[in-house]
């Protein structure tokens, strides 16, 4: 059979350093196929250079078996390439319909539109995939999940042969992962090809046919997913004997639970007008406290009240470190409190900044001698962090927004490491990075625990939570309900008493 | 990949394989002057004449005084319309006060206060601007329109719309005076321009300033005083708008705050752009700003020089700035 994709021998390297080498990819018409890696093993310049956005160096790309003459996105899309990104490029203001046929819009005789056809038409799109929606209203007023669909409606109805879903998972709950599931599926019945690219390796087994697997800039395998064990995968992925992994489990956060030590704060039946009704918990040195609960349930909610972004209507936070109320994320990170927050991209990273002025971002007041900012102090301090933390960049001065996924969350966790502070909120902390870097922030994690950081966690990843938290504290719209206590909980417990409440919850 | 720890001084770029193109767009700025330099020797008559540099340090100096500034607030994410009227305003005050029964009787007194005064009120109206954007979040352009439009016009009701003319050789220092043969405001310039970069350069404000440009969510979620910081190169741009309406003033001997500063907003932001910083934010280079607006006044200089109407250069202006936005996104790829 005649590939639909067939890349060889790609070469890319920016500013000298080489990203790819030797990188090559295979996709059949109508298969699911992965990709995965390390942050930094390519992938993205691989697509990149696929759709057009980067120029190859050597190597070559061709499309349903003629070499490819794609050089810029627009030309990937006409050759039948389409691209859903984590940011959808949408427009969020305009209707469902003006989206879908944006471009493409059904005329009558006099030239206008034909808006009843273009509404009936974009339906029709949309029922293929189960999606049933008011095409009329804003695409806005949908969540993540249905604009990400529409977005892959949209590529197949411009006849795409390859759909290209670049993280699609990351930001949908449970539910919505099954819906996006269901069109992946219905894509793959009519020959569409999907390329699936996540760090969820559980999602690659329900839905992927074969899988690439590459490693600093070259690709090291390509296999047939239902012969690969999840363990197998890990160990090509990052070049280590399987045993190896094993002995050291599946995530970092775990450790001897030690005696949790004073206490830093205490939340008392807190409510904020985002949507939290009362919450409480406490937080003790030396411990991880758990955030559990469904997408929506107030997790992050909580930390925005504990950080000072959100103010409270009610209740109070007892700060045991400094005392006082905290209105702004400036009071919060003056009582020793940091935030990494979920969303790396819009709330974490300075992109024209460098490594380490985004590392020092937080810890600038603290670097003041004599009215300038203690160059000296900046740098050492930064480069320790690169060091400890194995942050992966050509040197401090690098621009952050060059650095993969991974290494930029290793930069923000060092923004906060580096104040010292007492409580660390982590927010999806190992969100979009892949299963080494993962492993590593975790660690880190861990060993600033074991010596008195108080952390607060939010993760989406029930084994995550599980293996991580000394303590979980389970939410469900707004309320605190339940908390449960290491050693003992299973994800299964943890499935149990969020279910179980919410049931409890759905009946009353 | 190897890991490497090693400080680089430089900015790196990620298309260096685009080598000359990058080198093209980095230093777009110094190849155009060079053009613009060899074309005049080479046309413009008596170009060479030490006459001819003195008269555009003169006038280059108020357009580069107010593009630092406004630099620093286009560094933000924002934009200041209002620092022709500010020059206006502070250009109608001082002849006020250096002309006043009381300033008669007191010369230097009345000499300083004509330059502290103005320059206060204009950093008032920095302050009013600033916390228009950002206590009440008004979008930068429409909350500097406010002085925009009625900044002159204070300043016309001030002198109820008279040309005041004078002669006080002190305050005519800041516009004719000359150190080792270069003129005063020259070296007021190179002053201004090396401290604000300092600035940027070495203090947490600086660093503050950028990262409030280059991402204000992020910024704020790591403590920095993003009210505070705005409001500060708002202060800071208003206050350069006022000396610069001095300079204008003490060049002519007399005060016209119908003309004083008229299209600087435009001038300034040009500059701004010519000298690379990004409209969007989170970049202030200073120089680049001071290179900026010298290209912008000789290519004034040379339409003028040649006998090319005043209207065709406004033209040419808005060709450069074109130009430099054009080179600014190819640079971004």
Not at chain 1, 412 to 429: G, H, N, Q, S, T
Not at chain 2, 185 to 203: D, E, H, K, N, R
Not at chain 2, 311 to 333: F, T
Request: hydrophobic letters at 45%.
């Amino acid at each position: 059979m005649q590939h639909l994709i067939e890349m060889s021998g790609i070469k890319k390297s920016f500013a000298g350093v080489v990203a790819l080498q030797n990188a090559s990819l295979h996709i059949e018409p109508g298969e699911v196929h992965a990709i995965i890696g390390q942050n930094g093993a390519g992938k993205s310049t691989l697509i990149k250079i696929l759709t057009g956005v980067y120029r190859r160096d050597a190597g070559e790309v061709k499309i349903n078996g003629n070499p490819s003459t794609v050089s810029t996105p627009r030309e990937a899309q006409d050759a039948g390439i389409a691209t859903i990104y984590q940011e959808l490029s949408l427009v969020p203001l305009r209707s469902v319909t003006e989206n879908v046929m944006m471009g493409y819009e059904p005329r009558t005789r006099l030239g206008t539109i034909d808006w009843k056809t273009a509404h009936a038409r974009t339906r029709e799109i949309l029922e293929r995939f189960g999606i049933h929606i008011d095409v009329r209203a804003q695409l806005g007023s949908y969540s993540t999940a249905i604009q990400q669909l529409v977005a892959i409606a949209r590529a197949v109805s411009l006849n795409a042969q390859l759909v290209i879903m670049d993280e699609a998972t990351s930001s949908l709950d449970d539910q919505e992962i099954e819906i996006l599931f269901g069109v992946v599926r219905e894509l793959k019945k009519e020959g569409v090809a999907v390329l699936y690219i996540s760090h969820f390796l559980d999602e690659l087994y329900q839905i992927c046919d074969r899988v690439t697997i590459m490693r600093d800039g070259q690709t090291v395998g390509q296999r047939v997913i239902a012969e690969t064990t999840k363990l197998g995968l890990i160990s090509e992925m990052l070049g280590r004997d399987p045993e190896e992994i094993e002995a050291a489990g599946m995530t970092g956060l775990g450790g001897e639970t030690t005696e949790p030590g004073r206490p830093l704060f205490e939340a008392k039946d807190i409510s904020t007008k985002r949507g939290l009704k009362s919450v409480s918990l406490t937080l003790r040195e030396g411990e991880i406290v758990g955030l559990g609960g469904l997408l929506g349930s107030g997790r992050t909610e909580t930390a925005r009240a504990l950080f000072g972004m959100d103010t409270l209507r009610s209740g109070g936070i007892q700060n045991h470190v400094v005392g006082g109320n905290i209105r702004t994320p400036a009071e919060a990170i003056s009582a020793g409190i940091g935030f990494l927050t979920e969303d790396r991209k819009r709330e974490g990273i300075v992109p024209h900044m460098s490594v380490r002025e985004n590392m020092t971002l937080a810890l600038l007041p603290k670097l003041k001698k004599m009215g300038r900012v203690d160059r000296k102090r900046e740098t050492e301090l930064v480069e320790r962090f690169i060091t400890s933390l194995g942050i992966k960049t050509s040197g401090m001065e690098q621009p952050i927004r060059e650095l993969s996924g991974g290494n930029q969350q290793k930069v923000l966790l060092a923004r906060w490491l580096a104040l010292e502070p007492d409580v660390l909120i982590l927010d999806e902390p190992t969100r979009g990075v892949d299963v080494g870097a993962k492993f590593e922030i975790q660690s880190i994690i861990r060993e600033y625990v074991d010596k008195g950081l108080g952390v607060v966690l939010i993760s989406s990843e029930f084994e995550e939570l599980v293996e991580g938290a000394d303590r979980i504290i389970v939410l469900r719209d707004g309320y605190s309900i339940t908390e449960l206590e290491n050693p003992g909980i299973t994800e299964e417990s943890l499935i149990a008493a969020i279910a179980h409440h919410h049931d409890e919850g759905a009946r009353g | 990949m190897t890991m490497q720890n090693k400080p680089v001084t430089s900015a790196s770029e990620p298309t260096a394989f685009k080598f000359e193109w990058s080198m093209i767009s980095r230093h777009g700025g110094v190849v155009a002057l060079i053009a613009i330099l060899l074309f005049n020797i080479l046309i413009t008559p008596n170009f060479l004449h030490p006459q001819t540099l003195f008269v555009n340090i003169s006038q280059v100096a108020t357009i580069a005084i107010v593009a630092v500034g406004m630099t620093l607030v286009i560094a933000t994410g924002g934009i200041d319309l209002s620092v022709g009227a500010i020059m206006a305003l502070s250009g109608a005050l001082a002849p006020l006060i250096f002309t006043s029964p009381f300033a008669e009787a007191n010369p230097e007194l009345g000499l300083a206060l004509s330059i502290v005064v103005p320059i206060l009120v204009a950093l008032a109206c920095g302050v009013f601007n600033g916390a228009l954007v950002s206590l009440l979040n008004v979008q930068p352009i429409v909350a500097t329109l406010i002085f925009f439009i009625s900044g002159r016009g204070i300043a016309l009701v001030l002198t109820n719309g008279n040309l005041q003319t004078f002669t006080n050789p002190a305050f005519s220092y800041l516009g004719t005076g000359k150190i080792l043969g270069f003129p005063f405001q020259g070296y007021l310039v190179l002053i201004i321009a090396a401290c604000v970069w300092w600035v940027m350069a070495f203090t947490v404000f600086g660093r503050q300033l950028l990262a409030v440009g280059g991402n204000e969510r992020a910024a704020e979620l790591s403590g920095v005083p993003v009210k505070r910081v705005k409001i500060g190169a708002y202060v800071i741009c208003a206050g350069l708008s006022g000396l610069a309406g001095l300079i204008v003033v003490a060049i002519n001997s007399a005060s016209d705050a119908a003309r004083i500063g008229n299209l600087m907003e435009l001038d300034a932001i040009a500059a701004a752009v010519v000298g690379g910083t990004l409209l969007q934010g989170g970049r202030a280079p200073i120089f680049g700003a001071i290179l900026g607006a010298v290209i912008i006044q000789l290519v004034k200089y040379t339409l003028l020089a040649n006998g090319v109407a005043d209207e065709v250069a406004l033209i040419a202006k808005a060709g450069i700035i074109v130009l430099a936005v054009y080179v600014q996104q190819a640079r971004k790829e």
